[in-house]
């Protein structure tokens, strides 16, 4: 039997082997011009130190201009059980990921960034999990890394959990997303400039019974390049960024409302993702600075005194570093107090590192 049903396959151009047996996780890899980076990023993948039937490669190319399409072929000639190439129109990520999704037919589903690359034991420290069964999402930690490899960022493991754990990362990467869970729970992507893996990250964890699981693995490593989309849009704050930020906090919000969701972490996390838009904004001068705050956290008014007087503002909740409370503290009790213009000229000095 195909790997794809016929409605998966219609209006593709496809190249596709039949694997032997059914696997287990289906690794989604939107790419786009991304010819420089795929030996390193599918290399990872061959080299999972789980056997090769346990997964499956779902390669989109995205209309690229430049050898993208080749490379993917070469290798799905040479791997043709393990590796499935889909050639389409520009469509973008979101709708990318959105379509793959609804083409894959194994239980699990994780993302790979075409610049990005796994752990050797990423899926082995995943699958293994001691309570698979009961979870819908498995969460590793990731390592954000410069182009030459140098680690500039580590976010988790999460051995333990904890009330905040699951918003730590906020990319759908370094993540198993139980299949089923995911489609019968509508979580998919906003076609959106800003923020379409927050936006897939909250609506995840927002979901009916969200069951999320914790390993103790760095698993990913998401890499710098200064060439991406999210990297160019984010060198200065732009009219368009702006609007993008501001969005995106808009968006979380009325999913939050649209869920009937009342819960003091969930609201927290709003809180963060405003401090955190706020501290990259890289604002060119100190009124561009102000007013963006002023914006980003109007658009947190739905929530009322859950945002002001949010309990998880003073108390740092289990599972969210020491040294991202305070920081996030800072800005969110500044700009609720009144006092961001006293410490707005030290976060635009800092943003210059960010």
């Not at 209006?11 to 030996?39: C, E, H, K, M, W």
């Amino acid at each position: 039997m195909s790997y794809f049903s016929e409605s998966a396959q219609a209006g593709l151009s496809l190249s596709a082997g039949t694997p032997t047996q059914q696997p287990r996780v289906t690794i989604i890899l939107p790419a786009y011009n991304g010819a420089r980076f795929l030996d390193r990023a599918i290399g990872s993948v061959l080299a999972q130190t789980v056997s090769r039937p346990t997964w499956v490669l779902m390669a989109i190319n995205d209309g690229s201009t430049d050898d993208t399409l080749d490379i993917l072929r070469d290798y799905q000639e040479r791997y043709p059980d393990n590796i499935v190439v889909i050639d389409q129109e520009n469509h973008g990520v979101a709708r990318t990921r959105n379509d793959a999704i609804r083409r894959t037919q194994t239980e699990w589903l994780t993302f790979l960034d075409q610049d990005d690359y796994f752990d050797d034991t990423f899926l082995e420290s995943m699958l293994n999990h001691h309570d698979l069964d009961e979870c819908d999402v498995v969460v590793a930690g990731y390592v954000h890394r410069t182009l030459t490899g140098k680690g500039v960022e580590k976010i988790g493991p999460f051995p333990r959990g904890g009330a905040y754990a699951r918003w730590m990362n906020t990319g759908v990467w370094g993540k198993l997303h139980r299949t089923t869970f995911v489609i019968d729970n509508d979580v998919d992507f906003s076609d959106t400039q800003f923020g379409e893996d927050t936006g897939f990250t909250f609506l995840e964890n927002l979901a009916a019974g969200p069951r999320v699981g914790f390993v103790a693995s760095g698993g990913y490593n998401w890499v710098i390049n200064p060439q991406s989309v999210s990297q160019t849009m984010h060198v200065t704050l732009t009219p368009r960024s702006y609007e993008g930020f501001v969005g995106l906090v808009k968006r979380l919000v009325s999913m939050r409302e649209d869920l009937g969701v009342s819960d003091p972490i969930v609201d927290f996390h709003l809180l963060c993702v405003a401090a955190y838009c706020l501290a990259h904004s890289r604002a060119p001068d100190k009124a561009s600075f102000l007013a963006f705050a002023d914006d980003l956290f109007a658009a947190l008014t739905p929530l009322g005194q859950s945002a002001t007087r949010n309990p998880y503002i003073a108390s740092r909740p289990d599972g969210m570093p020491r040294v991202a409370h305070i920081l996030t503290r800072i800005m969110i009790s500044a700009q609720l107090s009144g006092k961001m213009r006293r410490i707005a000229p030290a976060v635009m000095f800092v943003q210059r590192f960010l």
